[in-house]
């Protein structure tokens, strides 16, 4: 595995998924693969879940770790070629992420989309100039499009939790008080469309996802039709893609609600965190034993540690 920013870098995810569960059994069986080896750690924006559960990760394979807010702790950096450095940003990606290269065996970088310039943010403009100037693995740790190490862990959660072969899962829009990124729900769909789901998008009108993202999913804007019979609810708030990164609606009727989830085959729930609780979900769906969103969280850990483990396999 050269870097891992999408479900194109997994050769075999359901291999990927059986071996992030064998960790969860043995989180130590590889404890010394990482040993003499570092992972830089980069964030562009605010996290929990991804700084701690790849650091946990790394732990486990004995992986020396750095962790860097790109803005506050390090120089802002430009990324436009032929930029003249006249502003507040006092050095160039091109020599930024080859330093970084020279200290780190293996870079994570968090970037998420500006909202404004939908044909930049989906170009990976960030994420690409390191791929392009590190000259080591880039781990994605959610860029403008896609959130491959989240998608993994959600996968996992639905494997280790199906009671069905080929269960139902939907993705629902929700409402939210801010324009978010499209990357979750985009990399949740392209992970689903690759797996054994029957899997089922449902969002207001103007909320549709980019088709290389949607791919066979089956789409409807009525949302309690979607809920009908679910094994798994996903729920996640994004901006539009189609009027890029507006807000169209804040329609609290699609809120997640205990009422909705009595449509479903005792569905579990789940979201990616963090979640704006009675915004997204009503307090009593995530207060509920059908909440799987911490053991959704924990299994962030594993879905980093496999995927560690396969770049080190490739560096070694
Ligand atoms: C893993 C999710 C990260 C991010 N979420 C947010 O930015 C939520 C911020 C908020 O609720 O204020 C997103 O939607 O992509
Ligand atoms: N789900 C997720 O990536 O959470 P953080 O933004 O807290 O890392």
């Given at each position: 595995m050269q870097n891992f920013l999408s479900v194109k870098d997994a050769v075999d995810v359901q291999a990927l998924v059986k071996e992030a569960l064998l960790y969860k059994k043995?989180?130590?069986?590889?404890?010394?693969?990482?040993?003499?080896r570092t992972m830089g750690l980069l964030f562009f924006n605010s996290s929990l879940r991804t700084r701690l559960s790849t650091q946990r990760a790394a732990q486990n394979l004995g992986l020396e770790l750095m962790v860097m807010n790109v803005g506050q702790d390090s120089w802002g950096l430009e990324f436009e070629d032929?930029?003249?450095?006249?502003?507040?940003?006092?050095?160039?990606i091109k020599e930024a992420a080859p330093v970084i290269g020279q200290y780190c065996d293996i870079v994570g970088i968090r970037s998420f989309p500006g909202l404004t310039d939908r044909e930049e943010d989906y170009s990976e403009k960030v994420i690409n100039q390191f791929v392009k100037n590190t000259g080591r693995p880039i781990v994605s740790l959610e860029s403008a499009t896609r959130h491959p190490l989240q998608s993994l862990a959600d996968l996992i959660t639905i494997e280790e939790l199906k009671t069905k072969p080929r269960p139902k899962v939907v993705l629902t829009w929700a409402p939210h008080v801010k324009a978010l990124p499209q990357a979750v729900p985009n990399s949740f769909a392209e992970w689903m469309n690759a797996a054994n789901v029957d899997f089922v998008i449902t969002h207001p009108e103007g909320y549709e996802l980019a088709p290389e993202f949607v791919g066979n999913a089956k789409v409807t804007h009525n949302q309690e039709e979607a809920f009908k019979d679910a094994d798994f609810i996903y729920a996640k708030n994004w901006s539009s893609y189609t009027q890029y990164?507006?807000?169209?609606?804040?329609?609290?009727?699609w809120m997640v609600t205990m009422e909705k989830m009595k449509?479903?085959?005792?569905a579990k729930f789940m979201h990616c965190l963090p979640v704006r609780r009675n915004i997204v979900v009503e307090d009593a769906v995530l207060d509920s034993p059908n909440s799987v969103v911490v053991q959704q969280a924990g299994n962030r850990v594993w879905s980093a540690q496999v995927v560690m483990k396969q770049i080190l396999l490739s560096i070694i």
């Open positions: 043995t989180p130590y069986a590889d404890k010394h693969l990482g040993r003499n032929g930029a003249i450095m006249d502003g507040n940003k006092a050095e160039h990164g507006q807000i169209l609606s804040q329609d609290p009727s449509l479903t085959n005792n």
